[in-house]
């Protein structure tokens, strides 16, 4: 609404300034492509630009010193005069681009001499400052410069800005009256500030690498949040690929690697989600359910429970006195699966699912990224005994990273659950 608004006050209220103003810019640049807007960490670091680099344009029909140009145009870019007279005269199109990839002081040495018909323009050249860092994440750009993946996809309409516009007036005959050109400048794409902390980011990155050299798993994430915020500080992945260097010859693997599995992938997150069953029973004991165990509460230290006619055991052995005579904070810390039946059964099943409802699993949690994916519940009133004796330690359910890790948050600080 508000673009329309100022394209209309340009156009038709200012009209009479702006022409004025707009042909003598026009004149020089042709700087209709917006820039992208950049993408930068919590504290201002650059996560994602654009490196300006300039081309050059001639418009043969505005020329008025053919030779003069030539001669300008080869001595300052070192260009064959005999082959750029064949390129300016031979045909007639709108725009001959004559070089790229320049720096601005070469452009500003070209506009000293005030030539006609010679223009140009800024190519905005994405540039990913931390290589790989951050890669799913950040996601990347099709080679027309639009959002791919990550937040350059999710963001692509507030960073991309609106391009400029040359309206030309034409005679009856459709051509072209170039003096008669109402300019409409670019409005350069919004910068976007994450919540990430690059120096976290990269003490993960490098620690991720240690770890894949040392146990060559397929792959490994790490996921930072903050507790009492829920703020994303660092999300790390590997394998991964150099963002200036996108392996675009090979989409399967660009899609493999380039994939934010901490957002787009379930797993069952087995013992990492016995937190939650502690969180519920420490949260029901308090609030005087007496189906909740108390915290000195010593554990029956049997290896195994025996549930809907099925065994299920610890991961370990309950030999020579291990893992013997728990309480919560020991079972935690032992890992002990059976003391988690007992409390995902003890607590029953409608308990059970209002605490993982409530940690928000089954859902997503809105963080901004497309296509995030929700986990998998089983349905509660499909739930036996057996299903649920094993949500107790993280089995017959399927989370996300980032729901788990939010989740945590809440369980931690205090019961507030914040939307990552
Ligand atoms: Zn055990």
Redesign the pocket.
């Known amino acids: 609404m508000f673009i329309l608004g100022k394209l209309f006050s340009v156009t038709v209220v200012k009209g009479g300034f702006l022409r004025a103003k707009a042909i003598d810019q026009w004149t020089r640049e042709l700087p209709i492509k917006a820039k992208r807007g950049d993408i930068v960490d919590k504290n201002g670091v650059l996560l994602a630009g654009s490196k300006g680099t300039y081309s050059i344009y001639v418009r043969p029909r505005c020329v008025t010193d053919i030779e003069g140009v030539i001669s300008v145009l080869g001595k300052l870019f070192n260009l064959n005069q005999d082959k750029l007279r064949e390129k300016l005269t031979k045909k007639v199109t709108s725009e001959i681009k004559i070089i790229g990839e320049l720096e601005k002081s070469k452009v500003n040495e070209l506009l000293d001499y005030e030539l006609s018909g010679v223009y140009y323009s800024i190519d905005n050249t994405r540039v990913y400052p931390l290589g790989s860092a951050l890669c799913q994440t950040l996601g990347y750009l099709s080679s027309d410069g639009t959002g791919q993946s990550g937040l350059e996809k999710y963001y692509d309409e507030y960073l991309k800005g609106v391009n400029g516009e040359i309206i030309y007036e034409s005679d009856l005959t459709g051509t072209d009256l170039s003096q008669n050109a109402t300019y409409l400048p670019a409005t350069n794409g919004f910068n976007i500030q994450l919540t990430i902390d690059s120096e976290i980011q990269l003490i993960c990155e490098n620690q991720l690498a240690r770890a894949v050299a040392e146990y060559s798993p397929k792959s490994a994430q790490v996921l930072v949040l903050e507790p009492s915020t829920g703020k994303i500080l660092a999300m790390a992945q590997q394998p991964s690929y150099d963002l200036n260097e996108i392996p675009r010859d090979d989409m399967e693997y660009l899609l493999k690697v380039g994939r934010n599995s901490l957002i787009l992938d379930s797993y069952e997150p087995g013992s990492t989600f016995k937190v939650i069953t502690a969180s519920a029973n420490i949260e029901e004991y308090n609030r005087g359910n007496k189906k909740a165990f108390s915290p000195e509460y010593i554990f029956n230290s049997s290896?195994y429970r025996i549930v809907g006619g099925r065994k299920i055991k610890?991961?370990?052995t309950?030999a020579n006195g291990?893992?013997a005579n728990?309480n919560l904070a020991m079972?935690l810390n032992?890992?002990?699966?059976?003391?988690f039946v007992d409390i995902a059964l003890s607590l029953g099943k409608s308990t059970m699912y209002s605490y993982i409802q409530n940690f928000n699993f089954g859902k997503p949690t809105g963080v901004d990224f497309q296509g995030e994916a929700i986990g998998m519940l089983v349905p509660e009133q499909a739930v036996t005994d057996g299903d649920l004796a094993r949500i107790g330690f993280g089995q017959t359910i399927a989370v996300t990273p980032i729901q788990l890790a939010s989740a945590v948050c809440a369980a931690v600080n205090g019961g507030n659950y914040y939307q990552p």
């Open positions: 290896r610890c991961w370990t309950h291990k893992h728990e079972a032992n890992s002990c699966n059976p003391i």
